[in-house]
């Protein structure tokens, strides 16, 4: 247990607060497709089917999976960017599934997002200064040199220069406009971020520093990471528990060592399967899934990973496993448990 969640643990009993920061319980989100001359509904994608979890106050949950899997519409869904299409997001202890309007808006300061691309997600028109006091301007009645003064500090403690804050966001470099990024989501001291392949964008020689800052920060902000990744190494640096997604459903979820050291799932097992093994001396079989991901317009029937899974049996093409608990703290979705 990091020093983060046994802080945050003691002032939980300190103030009675539920463990759970964020509690995500059936959640759906599916897309309409449309067609023809009436533009009417022909289908829909099921981008999450019927995901549950939750993530502990303090706590890094990392959901990894291949692309087009649901892990971003879900980190999406819970910061109500997306509409659910059914099922709950608890946070705080508040149903914000349905919120709206004022309510909405209000609940939104506890929960950010760190975007994959700090080139798209930064305005070119505006100064730096202007990007992370804007959160607070439209939030707070604080006076211009309060907001300066904070924004002040926010850039320093993310490690950008004093002068960043009169410049403009095509002036940095990648790492550098990340920072910017982080900042701004940090403005109004969140409790939760959603940070969605936050390095992936990056050079590999800056990851480790916007990680290892991501890290820093949270035990300085007492915050809560749902961290969203495909590159397994980036989730396990991260990570206390991680999550796997395949085809909108979880699959599996447990805390990082019993992830990495023995995944259940035959989905997880591959994926680790492909992490390279840095000791040439130690061989390791890597498993080669078959076939392409199916479309989630017409995900398969029974087990969604049938058609790819090694060990699939008749059952699987006709019965759907659900998320169970089969050792302490460790969930998976299979028939063969
Ligand atoms: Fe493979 Fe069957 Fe388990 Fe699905 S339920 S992962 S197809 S063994």
């Known amino acids: 247990m990091t020093k983060s969640i046994r802080l945050n643990l003691e002032n939980k009993q300190a103030t009675n607060l539920s463990e759970n920061l964020l509690e995500v319980k059936n959640l759906k989100t599916y897309y309409p497709i449309k067609g023809g001359f009436f533009r009417r509904t022909i289908g829909v994608v099921k981008a999450v089917d019927d995901v549950s979890f939750e993530i502990k106050r303090g706590e890094t949950l ?65 100064m730096v200064g202007d990007i992370v006091s804007e959160p607070i301007q439209n939030y707070t009645k604080k006076s211009r040199k309060q907001i300066m003064d904070e924004v002040m500090d926010l850039l320093e403690r993310v490690g950008l220069p004093e002068d960043a804050y009169y410049k403009y966001a095509h002036e940095f470099s990648g790492g550098q406009r990340q920072r910017i990024g982080i900042a701004r989501a940090l403005a109004l001291r969140p409790k939760l971020i959603v940070a969605d392949e936050p390095v992936s964008a990056l050079d590999v020689s800056v990851q480790s520093q916007v990680l290892n800052l991501l890290k820093e920060l949270q035990q300085d902000f007492d915050l809560t990471y749902l961290f969203i990744a495909h590159d397994l190494s980036v989730v396990k640096h991260m990570s206390d ?61 029974g087990c969604p990973f049938h058609t790819r899974c090694p060990v699939a049996k008749e059952e699987c093409s006709i019965q759907k496993p659900s998320l169970k608990e089969v050792k302490p703290g460790h969930k998976v979705a299979c028939l063969l448990y």
Not at 97 to 123: C, H, I, K, W
Not at 263 to 274: G, M, V
């Open 62 to 126: 990392g959901l990894v999976g291949e692309s087009g899997c649901g892990k971003s519409t879900t980190g999406r869904t819970i910061l109500r960017l997306l509409e659910p299409t059914s099922g709950q997001i608890l946070f705080d202890g508040k149903d914000i599934t349905y919120l709206r309007g004022r309510e909405l808006r209000e609940a939104r300061r506890d929960f950010q997002m760190v975007f994959q691309d700090p080139y798209a997600s930064l305005n070119p028109m505006q």
């Open 241 to 301: 528990r991680i999550g796997v997604m395949y085809l909108g459903n979880l699959v599996e979820i447990a805390d990082k060592k019993s992830i990495y050291q023995e995944p259940l799932h035959p989905y997880t097992q591959a994926l680790i399967s492909a992490i390279p093994e840095p000791d040439p001396r130690k061989k390791k079989e890597r498993i080669v899934l078959q076939g392409d991901v199916p479309s989630p317009v017409n995900p398969p029937s």
